[in-house]
C-alpha cells in the first residue's frame, strides 16, 4: 500500500492523540492504539541506558526517520545521535545519522516490528535493529543490512546483556531492566 506524500502528517496535524496512545495507518485504515506500560517503561530504560553507556551520544525517541520510502517515515522507539547531530526542535532524523533504531513490541505491532520494519530498516542502510518483545520477554539483534536484509541475527530472553556495534563503541544493554506484559 503506497501513502501520499504528506497525507499521515497532514491528519496527525488535525487530529489530537493522547500521549498513552499511537494512531497506525494498517489495511482497515486508521486506528488508534494504546501504548502499554510496559511498552513505555521498556523504551525508557533502553533511552536510559544509550544515555549512561554510550559517551557522546544522546538517546532519542518519537521520531520519524527520513527521507520517507515508499510512502513511509518509520518511528522507531528508541535510538542514538552523536551529540552534536542531536537538534531539540527536530522531530524527524536522517536514516544516515542512525547506528541502530529499536522496536519495543506492542500487541498490535507484532507483525509489522517482525515482518515490516526489518526490511524498511535495511532497506535504509541502517546498522542494526534491536526488536525487544515484552510481550514474550526475548529480544532480537539484526545487523549487517544487505539487499533490502540483514543478513546476520542474534536473540535471547531478557536477562541477557546485548551488545550493539555504534560507530567505534559498543553499547551494552542489560534486558534484565526490561519490562514484561
Same mark, same amino acid.
Given at each position: 500500500m503506497t501513502i501520499a506524500d504528506g497525507w499521515v502528517? !497532514?491528519?496527525?496535524?488535525?487530529?489530537?492523540i493522547p500521549r498513552s496512545a499511537r494512531l497506525r495507518l494498517t489495511e482497515?485504515?486508521?486506528?488508534?492504539?494504546?501504548?502499554?506500560?510496559?511498552?513505555?517503561?521498556? /523504551? #525508557? #530504560?533502553?533511552?536510559?541506558?544509550i544515555e549512561t553507556g554510550l559517551p557522546g551520544w544522546a538517546a532519542v525517541g518519537?521520531?520519524?526517520?527520513? @527521507? @520517507?520510502?515508499? %510512502?513511509?517515515?518509520?518511528?522507531? *522507539?528508541? /535510538?542514538?545521535?552523536?551529540?552534536?547531530?542531536? #537538534? +531539540? %526542535?527536530?522531530?524527524?532524523v536522517s536514516e544516515k545519522l542512525l547506528p541502530f533504531v529499536?522496536?519495543?513490541? +506492542?500487541?498490535?505491532?507484532? =507483525? #509489522? *516490528?517482525y515482518n515490516t520494519k526489518p526490511g524498511h530498516y535495511a532497506l535504509r542502510g541502517i546498522p /542494526?535493529? !534491536?526488536i525487544v518483545d515484552?510481550?514474550?520477554?526475548?529480544?532480537?539483534?539484526?545487523? &549487517?543490512?544487505?539487499n533490502d536484509e540483514y543478513?546476520? =541475527?542474534? +536473540? %535471547?530472553?531478557?536477562?541477557? &546483556?546485548?551488545e550493539i556495534p555504534v560507530a567505534d563503541q559498543t553499547l551494552t544493554l542489560d534486558s534484565s531492566q526490561f519490562m514484561r506484559i
Open positions: 502528517e !497532514l491528519v496527525q496535524d488535525q487530529i489530537e482497515n485504515g486508521l486506528t488508534l492504539v494504546p501504548v502499554t506500560h510496559a511498552h513505555t517503561t521498556t /523504551a #525508557r #530504560r533502553i533511552a536510559n541506558q518519537e521520531f520519524s526517520v527520513v @527521507p @520517507p520510502r515508499e %510512502g513511509y517515515k518509520p518511528e522507531p *522507539d528508541a /535510538a542514538a545521535l552523536p551529540l552534536d547531530q542531536v #537538534r +531539540s %526542535g527536530d522531530s524527524e529499536v522496536e519495543v513490541v +506492542s500487541p498490535e505491532s507484532r =507483525n #509489522r *516490528d /542494526a535493529y !534491536l515484552v510481550l514474550s520477554a526475548r529480544w532480537t539483534l539484526l545487523t &549487517r543490512p544487505e543478513q546476520h =541475527n542474534e +536473540s %535471547g530472553v531478557f536477562g541477557d &546483556r546485548i
